[in-house]
């Protein structure tokens, strides 16, 4: 049972490269989420989703970008790489059904230098 | 907009010492409320939730129960063991239809042998 598979797990960036972060269930799961966690501070959403096809902003979308073609898959692409953006990426989905927990994926740390 | 307040870690506790991390909240309506649990190196994991209020969340001998008039979801445990080490993180989902997680800062919690 995997349940939400991001890759890599590592990554170092220079500053203005570009890269695609992936994220992948297997739970069929409607709901779809990007978030950040930076060090002593609480996840930040990036952006959601809430079926294929549709997408929304959530608190900290600047400088990233996110596509849902699938139900499985919710790549999170980094344009023009900013030291802003060295974190930990997590990735999350859920059903939609209302008081249902949200499974996270081991998360992606990626530093830009 | 909603929040999430949790008290300050490190906390460092000697095992089979009593917890309690502190958690209160600021939301519109009746929030689903979250405890999650980071281990090294890991992603999160829902360690327990209550969806209503007066309801008690259960899960590995810790728990919390949801008081609206307080606005509070502590987390408690009456016997730490060394591996509840980890980073605690309280979580609100608003009464909004994309139920986004909304985090507090985390909680590191070590406990020594």
């Known amino acids: 049972n995997a349940g939400v598979t991001q890759t890599p797990k590592f990554r170092i960036l220079k500053i203005g490269q570009s890269m695609t972060l992936q994220c992948a269930q297997d739970?069929?799961?409607?709901?779809m989420y990007w978030y950040r966690q930076d060090p002593g501070m609480g996840l930040k959403l990036i952006y959601y989703?809430?079926?294929?096809?549709?997408?929304d902003k959530g608190e900290v979308p600047n400088g990233y970008n996110v596509s849902r073609s699938t139900t499985e898959d919710f790549p999170l692409r980094l344009e023009l790489a900013a030291p802003s953006q060295t974190s930990v990426y997590f990735c999350a989905s859920r059903t939609s059904q209302p008081n249902t927990e949200a499974f996270f994926g081991q998360g992606t740390r990626l530093t830009v230098v | 907009g909603d929040s999430v307040t949790q008290m300050e870690g490190p906390v460092t506790l000697s095992e089979e010492a009593c917890l309690t991390i502190n958690c209160t909240y600021t939301a519109t309506g009746y929030p689903s409320l979250f405890w999650y649990v980071q281990y090294p190196g890991e992603g999160l994991q829902l360690l327990l939730k209550?969806?209503?209020?007066?309801d008690k969340g259960s899960n590995k001998g810790f728990e919390a129960t949801y008081r609206k008039e307080t606005t509070s979801f502590h987390l408690e445990k009456g016997s730490v063991q060394v591996s509840d080490s980890a980073v605690y993180f309280c979580a609100l989902s608003g009464m909004d239809s994309s139920y986004k997680l909304i985090f507090g800062s985390g909680t590191r919690l070590l406990v020594r042998p």
């Open positions: 739970m069929n799961h409607n709901y």
């Open positions: 989703s809430v079926g294929a096809g549709i997408t």
């Open positions: 209550a969806t209503k209020a007066d």
